[in-house]
């Protein structure tokens, strides 16, 4: 078990470009969870899967934005047509189902659109 | 709604003094809490959660919480502070009912003084 992975750890993309993160859970933890944090906030809930089902998207999730976990194993969040707005650390966590254990982050990507 | 209230963005102490970082939380059922440290450019590491067991909450690093329902808080503390304590802090609230997504507070960075 080496914790949650994210790649790549930092991404520099011009406006209008897409891009692709991915998120490599702990293997026995069947939930899923994407947050974004900005400069000197915490961090907000995007979405979560649980199995390979996604059961909640936030409002911060504009159609721009989209996340897979095929086989309730790894998961991609990719945000098409970037915006400088979208510059910000994209956080990945995975828990058991019972979530009153905590989850466990991974390092983040970090996106900066210029 | 949950939500979380953290007073104070920043917070200095001299290394060996007393850390209280105030966290209160609004929820409409018995919430789970959390407190988080994250350190510069990395994800965020769980210090200690409270899950409606023993109130005062022990957690990693010499932290503790104590959950107070009737004055809906729970502060974070530490005895004596070390220079390896700086960093950001959360605190965070869950509910089973929501999927147990984490709705955060916006920080307190702390400061240790040599």
């Known amino acids: 078990d080496t914790g949650v992975s994210q790649d790549p750890r930092h991404k520099i993309t011009k406006r209008g470009q897409n891009v692709t993160f991915r998120c490599d859970p702990i293997?026995?933890?069947?939930?899923l969870y994407w947050y974004r944090q900005t400069l000197g906030q915490g961090p907000e809930f995007l979405t979560y899967?649980?199995?390979?089902?996604?059961?909640?998207k936030s409002r911060l999730l504009s159609d721009r934005f989209s996340a897979e976990r095929p086989k309730g194993s790894f998961s991609t969040l990719e945000i098409q047509r970037t915006e400088q707005g979208d510059s910000a650390m994209y956080l990945c966590?995975?828990?058991?189902?019972?979530?009153?254990?905590?989850?466990?982050f991974g390092s983040g990507t970090r996106l900066t659109v210029v | 709604a949950q939500s979380v209230t953290q007073l104070g963005s920043h917070v200095s102490v001299s290394e060996g003094a007393l850390v209280l970082l105030r966290c209160n939380y609004s929820?409409?059922?018995?919430?789970?809490l959390f407190w988080y440290v994250q350190y510069p450019n990395q994800g965020l590491q769980l210090l200690l959660k409270?899950?409606?067991?023993?109130?005062l909450v022990k957690g990693i690093n010499g932290f503790e919480a104590e959950f107070k329902k009737s004055e809906t808080s729970f502060h974070l503390t530490k005895p004596s502070a070390h220079m390896s304590d700086a960093a950001e802090y959360f605190c965070?609230?869950?509910?089973?009912?929501?999927?147990?997504?984490?709705?955060f507070g916006a920080g307190t960075i702390l400061r240790v003084k040599s």
């Open positions: 929820s409409s059922v018995p919430p789970y």
């Open positions: 899967f649980q199995n390979e089902a996604q059961l909640e």
């Open positions: 293997s026995e933890h069947n939930r």
């Open positions: 966590a995975s828990s058991l189902v019972s979530g009153n254990y905590g989850y466990t």
């Open positions: 409270y899950t409606s067991a023993a109130t």
């Open positions: 965070a609230v869950s509910e089973e009912k929501y999927g147990n997504k984490l709705v």
